[in-house]
Structures are given as structure tokens and as C-alpha cells.
């Protein structure tokens, strides 16, 4: 799966699903079995949620860039999928 496709997966499930950014927004979306899938930056510093029992993608850049990825003016270390909209995320 490359770079790009994982940027335009990632801008189709924001834009057309229900995503949660954030550690403690993604920890409570796994807690609550909502999540489908996790994305964390490579420098993500929980490392519950790499056992958590869903989906997990670890993104190969760090929190800022996958900020920047997202369209978010903040770093994103971890990121829920909750409805991934017409977006082929899950298939990473």
C-alpha cells in the first residue's frame, strides 16, 4: 500500500465517515467498541492501543506529519476509524 494511498483513503474517511483524532478519543472509541480501525503515527506514545483488539495501522510517519495528513493544524498521534464513509481504509 503506498504513501498515496493512504493519504486519499484517509481524506475519503474523514470526509465521508465518522473519524476521531486524538489519543484519549481513541482509546474511549476502542473502550466502546466503536472503533473499526486505529492509525497511529510512529512515535504514538500508547502503547495499549497497539493491543488493542481492532484494526491496527501504524502510520510510517510521526504524529506532525500525520496531522498534516489529516488537514489538521495540530499532531495526531492516534486516530479512530469509527465509519469508514466510501473510503477502502480498512483494507489497509
Given amino acids: 500500500m503506498s504513501e498515496v494511498d493512504i493519504s486519499r483513503a484517509l481524506k ?3 470526509t ?6 486524538g489519543l484519549d478519543q481513541t482509546m474511549k472509541a476502542v473502550k ?4 473499526q480501525m ?7 506514545p500508547s502503547k495499549d492501543l497497539k493491543d488493542a483488539n481492532v484494526k491496527v495501522h501504524v502510520y ?3 504524529n506532525m506529519e500525520l496531522g498534516a495528513l489529516c488537514g489538521k493544524p495540530f499532531s495526531v498521534s492516534a486516530l479512530a476509524i469509527i465509519d469508514k464513509g466510501s473510503s477502502n481504509i480498512l483494507t489497509l
Avoid: H, W
Fill in 12 to 14: 475519503s474517511a474523514i
Fill in 16 to 21: 465521508t465517515g465518522k473519524v476521531q483524532f
Fill in 32 to 35: 466502546d467498541g466503536k472503533a
Fill in 38 to 44: 486505529i492509525i497511529l503515527a510512529r512515535n504514538c
Fill in 60 to 62: 510510517e510517519g510521526n
